[in-house]
T-cell receptor, first 112, second 111 residues
Framework: NAGVTQTPKFQVLKTGQSMTLQCAQD?????MYWYRQDPGMGLRLIYY???????DKGEVPNGYNVSRLNKREFSLRLESAAPSQTSVYFC???????????FGQGTRLTVV | EDQVTQSPEALRLQEGESSSLNCSYT??????LFWYRQDPGKGPEFLFT???AGEEKEKERLKATLTKKESFLHITAPKPEDSATYLC????????????FGTGTRLQVFP
């Protein structure tokens, strides 16, 4: 029972490089989310997808794009990485509104 | 503006020394309050959901309670394995379904 799986776990990028963070869930959840976690800031929502085929911006979407590939998979893309995007990124999923979200193990990204 | 504040930021307890963590919230309509545990280098792990004032949930040494303005996570006779960061989050009836997180309380329990 894997739950929410994120890849990669660690990544170092140079400023201006691009990359895609992958996320997959095996719980048949409708909603999926991308958060970033920074010291002293708490978890902040980047993008979310309420259902397959829909995506919407969260609190801090600038510099990111997302794709809800199917019900299981939700990817986050950094087109041109900046040092301000150094953070730990978490993918999460939930069954429906107002229910708990389950999180992946995180991707620690460093942009130099 | 919807806001969640957790206190204290850090808490050091002796094994067996009970205490409480606080989560106060200011939101336009609560649709659920969630407690998570996060270990270093790991993702948040779901603990409890509370939906209405007066509701309580228990799991082993943890008990979560909810009022109209705050939630408490009571830890009874903690053990070193309870050491973690505890996160509180709320859901609101915003246009999109999101969790608003506090910054967490880092708990250390010493033997």
């Amino acid at each position: 029972n894997a739950g929410v799986t994120q890849t990669p776990k660690f990544q170092v990028l140079k400023t201006g490089q691009s990359m895609t963070l992958q996320c997959a869930q095996d719980m048949n959840h409708n909603s999926m989310y991308w958060y970033r976690q920074d010291p002293g800031m708490g978890l902040r929502l980047i993008y979310y997808s309420a259902s397959e085929g829909t995506t919407d911006k969260g609190e801090v979407p600038n510099g990111y794009n997302v794709s809800r590939l199917n019900k299981r998979e939700f990817s986050l893309r950094l087109e041109s990485a900046a040092p301000s995007q150094t953070s730990v990124y978490f993918c999460a999923s939930s069954e429906v509104k107002n229910t708990e979200a389950f999180f992946g193990q995180g991707t620690r990204l460093t942009v130099v | 503006e919807d806001q969640v504040t957790q206190s204290p930021e850090a808490l050091r307890l002796q094994e067996g020394e009970s205490s409480s963590l606080n989560c106060s919230y200011t939101v336009s309509g609560l649709r659920g309050l969630f407690w998570y545990r996060q270990d270093p280098g790991k993702g948040p792990e779901f603990l409890f959901t509370l939906y209405s004032a007066g509701e309580e949930k228990e799991k082993e040494r943890l008990k979560a309670t909810l009022t109209k303005k705050e939630s408490f996570l009571h830890i009874t006779a903690p053990k070193p394995e309870d050491s973690a960061t505890y996160l509180c989050a709320v859901k609101t009836p915003a246009a999109f379904d999101k969790l608003i997180f506090g910054t967490g309380t880092r708990l250390q329990v010493f033997p």
